[in-house]
């Protein structure tokens, strides 16, 4: 049976440290701020917008709600993430999903100020995803250790995609091992599974990435020491794809019609095969949401750096 990957404690722990460093900002009159940026009335991005607000609360990191008619076009909501860019109340901004379907949704992203892009969406912080110009943020052995334990965090670089971001987090939690691993993503979307399949890449899995057009998914998942999946498919991996003792982080979610929520595994028949799983909910869902606290706050640890090297004690 497998043991199971408690996203609800790891995230637990994330926060507490976000809220210490807060602390510390408070002490130099520093307040923490994350940008919301809503279009339409989507219950989807009402509902993350309150759970966002008060997983912030929580910590001490104040929010902003910048809410835009559906009507609103492309140059007003630009017009207000420019000015979001020069907010100094906010240290990261959020988008939150589905925008109006004739929106561009790359077009309002891309100009998010690649140091306010905690979710990493941005072309410029891909790219520095990418070119491993961000990726020393999930490393913590040898010389990147330094950088954990500084007070501020010196770099330029841009920020992870929290929910890839969360899922690297678990499996270093859990000590299931990636160097080496063969890893088989599932769904090869911008905001999860792609940068994801990177990020293995970077702590060099050996990665397959598998999506909609692939025939005979089994046959790579049964490779696979770590599958990830990603899809909002139910049901999608079944215990019959599953190698003895590979490690299975779910990362999708499907509201089923009396309102609870599953993934993309079938739990009953997966978990007998797999050495390590998260659940759903309480897998990588709490993760996601402590990585965009930690964001937010390394945001404003850099930007008080930059601007104020040499601080006092
Ligand atoms: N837990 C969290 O914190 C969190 C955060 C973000 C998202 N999610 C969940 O994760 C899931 C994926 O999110 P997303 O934003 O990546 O969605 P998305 O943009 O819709 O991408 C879904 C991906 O799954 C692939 N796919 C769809 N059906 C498939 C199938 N039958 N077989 C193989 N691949 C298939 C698609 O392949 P193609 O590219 O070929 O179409 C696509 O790459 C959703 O359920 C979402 O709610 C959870």
């Not at 998914?217 to 079944?238: E, H, K, P, S, W």
């Amino acid at each position: 049976m497998a043991q199971i990957m408690d996203g609800r404690g790891l995230s637990e722990g994330i926060r507490e440290k976000v809220k210490e460093d807060i602390a510390k900002l408070q002490q130099y009159g520093i307040a923490v701020g994350l940008g919301l940026l809503q279009i339409g009335e989507n219950p989807a991005s009402r509902q993350y917008f309150f759970a966002t607000k008060k997983a912030c609360s929580k910590v001490g990191i104040s929010t902003y709600q910048f809410k835009l008619p559906e009507t609103a076009s492309v140059n007003e909501i630009l017009n207000v993430v420019h000015s979001i860019n020069r907010d100094e109340r906010v240290n990261g901004l959020l988008v939150l999903f589905p925008l109006p379907g004739r929106i561009n949704a790359r077009r309002i992203v891309n100009e998010i100020a690649p140091e306010k892009d905690i979710d990493g969406l941005g072309s410029l912080s891909v790219g520095r995803l990418a070119a491993d110009e961000s990726t020393f943020q999930i490393f913590k052995e040898g010389h990147y250790e330094m950088l954990y334990e500084c007070r501020f965090m010196p770099t330029v670089s841009s920020f992870l995609p929290c929910t890839p971001f969360g899922v690297i987090r678990l499996l270093e939690h859990y000590g299931t091992g990636i160097k080496g691993k063969h890893a088989v993503v599932v769904g090869k979307s911008l905001a999860v599974g792609k940068p994801l399949s990177l990020m293995l890449l970077a702590k060099e899995a050996t990665v397959t990435v598998c999506h909609r057009e692939t025939h005979d998914m089994g046959n790579f998942t049964r490779q696979a020491d770590i599958i990830c999946t990603a899809t909002g498919v139910r049901g999608l991996i079944r215990g019959d794809m599953v190698r003895e003792g590979a490690v299975v982080v779910d990362i999708g979610i499907n509201v089923l019609d009396d309102g609870s929520i599953v993934g993309d595994v079938d739990f009953e028949s997966v978990e007998k095969r797999a050495s390590f799983i998260t659940p759903v909910p309480g897998g990588v869902g709490p993760v996601t949401i402590a990585m965009l606290l930690e964001n937010t706050v390394r945001s404003a640890q850099r930007n008080e750096f930059f601007k104020s090297p040499l601080m006092p004690g």
